[in-house]
């Protein structure tokens, strides 16, 4: 299977150019996610590029599309008057020049504030986007990894996808069981591109994998482990085996056992991002997108993107 | 065979240009990383530093990064202060605050939250505490590097890059004797907003030994008399103005200021300090930049020292 996959990836794309469709960057990326390859690793930009510009804005997403970063991890959650915000935090204390709980702010309260930037100063014009106008920025040129959603704001956050036309840009996540997810969400979830994680305090990992392959089938797994001894890592080997996209999230060693982007700068990338990708990352999390890139285009990683540029 | 061919000229170039690193071994390092290589042939010698911060006159601009390079390592660490020696920035602003027990560190807030995996203030903690404690990055993350004393950052500094000490001034004395153990008088900038008599009478002994810059807000009113008290009496290397709108009359003045000898410095990190020509409008479109060129600002302080170098590298505005 494995050795065919250029030529499916690319027969996609003449199927798709058959149809007189416009190849879209997103086809082309969710083409990688459905037939993982040793060629091309995916580079996922974690809250945005937070170095250039604030954490989960519209400029720090822009600029991924920019660098060519293939998706783009957002943080989503629910003001007090149910709309959907880009925020990490519970509140908006660290990264803005307000206080308080997102979910006891309205979005007009909300879109009074301005971000900080990472040096903690309050002196930007930006303001904290809605999941609406991040789908609206990405729509056709990155995929969107939503974090936070988890089995909470499924629905909500699935509303503005089809509003936007982007239910198929965007990944949702979670550490939930599949047969919560299913019971919670029904037949929703087979409309949506979902990516269980499994995270250090799984229960039964095999198990968990098990039941969503039966169940789900999805295309992808987040899977973080704090050392190779753990019962997450030796899930990798199974996805693999069933030609399942793997991501690693390089950002803490608690995730990757120490292969973090920090380390890439110490040791060397091929100590740290090269590690992660003979250990079966499909696609990697980083804080450090720009660096990421020249290093997966440096190693051949990268050899398609510009083949598929419409 | 390219790269070898390449590896020696740049490592002449080196040598032409006194690098001081180990240039045969960094240009294979970068060519391995693929990186552009003739950004690693700075720092250029500390004299040369010197000597455009004194000369009011030539083209070149001063590029001062604000507490390091914070974006790509924590600020006020020695990793931002390493990266923008790398980068070939002319100076570095730190913060400098007083623990409890007399130790002197780099530290912007009055307390260590934000920034550190500790918290209290600095001035009721132990330097044993704070040794214990990891810096966070950007989105606030534990990540491996401490805080660093004045000694350490000087130490790197020194005939490296230019440096300018910002909240040391009423703890100046004991600055003093940290530059002065490390050798690095004529690399240090002090500022302040205070008029002639006031500095000469609280900082006096040391403005034979360091370079003194006043601050002056352009739209006080008295700006004009305070900036021509200290061109005759102390003639300074630079004056930093704070530049709220761009329409104030003083900003006439700035070229007569450089054709009197002192340098004059805008900041370009928020709107306030440069009347909207700042470094998030810059990162959209880099020729907001070019308002600091028409109004011969001849030192410019950023959150955005690559982009702001790329800029005047292109126009043959820095080395």
């Known amino acids: ?310 | 065979m390219k790269v070898n061919v390449l590896g020696i000229l740049f490592f002449v170039i080196g040598i032409l240009f006194g690098c001081r690193q180990e240039s045969n071994e960094t240009v294979s390092t970068v060519v391995k990383e693929g990186r552009e290589v003739e950004k690693r042939l700075y720092p250029l010698p500390i004299d040369s530093l010197i000597g455009n911060l004194k000369n009011a006159h030539n083209d070149q601009v001063i590029v001062v990064a604000h507490r390091g390079d914070w974006r790509n390592a924590p600020e006020n660490s020695l990793q931002a202060i390493e990266n923008c020696i790398a980068m070939g920035v002319d100076m570095v602003e730190i913060d400098i605050r007083e623990t409890k027990d007399g130790q002197l560190i780099l530290m912007h807030d009055e307390t260590i939250d934000r920034t550190t995996t500790g918290t209290g203030k600095v001035k009721e903690l132990t330097w044993a505490y704070l040794q214990t404690l990891y810096l966070r990055d950007g989105i606030g993350h534990e990540i491996h590097h401490k805080i660093p004393t004045l000694k350490e950052a000087l130490e790197l500094c020194k005939d490296n890059i230019l440096v300018n000490l910002d909240k040391s001034y009423t703890i100046f004395n004991k600055c003093y004797e940290i530059i002065k153990q490390t050798g690095t008088e004529n690399q240090v900038v002090i500022k302040g907003a205070i008029p002639y008599d006031q500095v000469k009478k609280e900082f006096g002994s040391y403005l034979d030994n360091v370079f003194f810059m006043p601050i002056v807000r352009l739209h006080q009113p008295d700006s004009r008399t305070v900036v021509d008290d200290y061109l005759s009496r102390l003639q300074p290397v630079a004056f930093e103005f704070t530049v709220p709108q761009d329409t104030l009359k003083m900003i006439e003045y700035f070229d007569d200021i450089r054709q009197q000898g002192s340098s004059v410095w805008v900041n370009a990190l928020w709107p306030h300090h440069n009347g909207g020509h700042d470094d998030e409008k810059a990162a959209l479109n880099p020729e907001i930049y070019d308002w600091f060129i028409e109004n011969h600002i001849d030192i410019i302080q950023t959150d955005r020292p690559q982009l702001l170098l790329d800029y005047l590298r292109a126009r043959n505005l820095h080395y």
């Open chain 1, 1 to 310: 299977m494995k050795k065919y996959l250029p030529f499916t990836v690319w027969a996609l794309c003449f199927a798709l150019v058959g149809q007189a469709q416009e190849i879209s960057r997103t086809d082309t990326i969710l083409a990688h996610l459905q037939n993982p390859s040793q060629d091309y690793v995916l580079a996922v930009s974690h809250r945005g590029d937070w170095r250039y510009a604030p954490e989960n804005s519209l400029p720090a997403i822009q600029r991924c599309i920019d660098l060519g970063v293939d998706i783009v991890e957002i943080d989503v959650r629910l003001t007090k008057d149910g709309h959907l915000v880009a925020m990490h935090d519970t509140t908006v204390d660290r990264t803005t020049n307000g206080s308080g709980k997102v979910s006891e702010l309205t979005l007009e309260e909300i879109k009074s504030l301005r971000l900080k930037n990472a040096c903690g100063v309050r002196g930007s014009r930006i303001q904290v986007p809605t999941l609406e106008e991040v789908m609206q920025l990405t729509k056709d040129k990155i995929m969107v990894n939503l974090d936070k959603v988890e089995g909470e704001t499924v629905r909500e956050v699935y509303q503005v996808l089809e509003k936007t036309g982007t239910v198929q840009q965007a990944i949702f996540k979670g550490r939930e069981t599949v047969a919560f997810m299913r019971a919670k969400y029904g037949s929703l979830l087979d409309s949506i591109i979902y990516m269980p994680i499994l995270i250090d305090n799984t229960k039964n990992p095999s198990r968990f994998v098990e039941e969503y392959n039966r169940e789900l089938s999805p295309l992808a797994y987040e899977v973080t482990f704090a050392s190779e001894t753990s019962e997450n890592y030796k899930q990798i080997l199974k996805l693999k085996e069933q030609d399942i996209f793997v991501l690693h999230i390089a950002l803490w060693d608690a995730l990757v056992a120490g292969h973090t982007d920090e380390m890439s700068l110490l040791e060397g990338p091929d100590a740290s991002w090269g590690w992660l990708i003979a250990n079966g990352a499909n696609g990697i999390m980083t804080d450090r997108p720009k660096a990421l890139l020249a290093y997966l285009q440096n190693k051949g990683l990268r050899n398609n993107t510009t083949d598929w540029k419409k």
